[in-house]
């Protein structure tokens, strides 16, 4: 059985996935619910910021990559 903390958010991953595509944007400002915001901070390396009246500044920055050539 899995937990309810294990799920993913379907409508948060598309969300993420259409806002961040590429990988050229990495800070953008998202309306979310206070929920989907606990979510994404946990299950992707971003970070965000609460900006007021449901919207949250979300940054790929700070997130490491690392390239094989």
Same mark, same amino acid.
């Given at each position: 059985? =899995?937990?309810?903390? $294990?799920? =993913? %958010?379907?409508?948060? /991953? *598309? !969300?993420?996935? #259409?806002? @961040?595509?590429?990988?050229?944007? !990495?800070?953008?400002?998202? &309306? !979310? =619910?206070?929920? #989907? *915001? &606990? &979510? !994404? *901070?946990? %299950?992707?390396?971003? &970070?965000?910021?609460?900006?007021? #009246? /449901?919207? +949250?500044?979300?940054? @790929? #920055?700070? *997130?490491?990559? @690392? +390239?094989? $050539?």
């Amino acid at each position: 059985m =899995t937990s309810q903390a $294990n799920t =993913t %958010d379907p409508i948060l /991953d *598309a !969300l993420v996935s #259409q806002c @961040f595509r590429g990988g050229e944007v !990495l800070l953008r400002e998202l &309306r !979310l =619910t206070p929920e #989907q *915001a &606990r &979510r !994404l *901070a946990a %299950d992707y390396p971003a &970070r965000v910021e609460p900006l007021g #009246q /449901d919207w +949250y500044e979300i940054s @790929f #920055q700070e *997130a490491s990559c @690392f +390239y094989v $050539n």
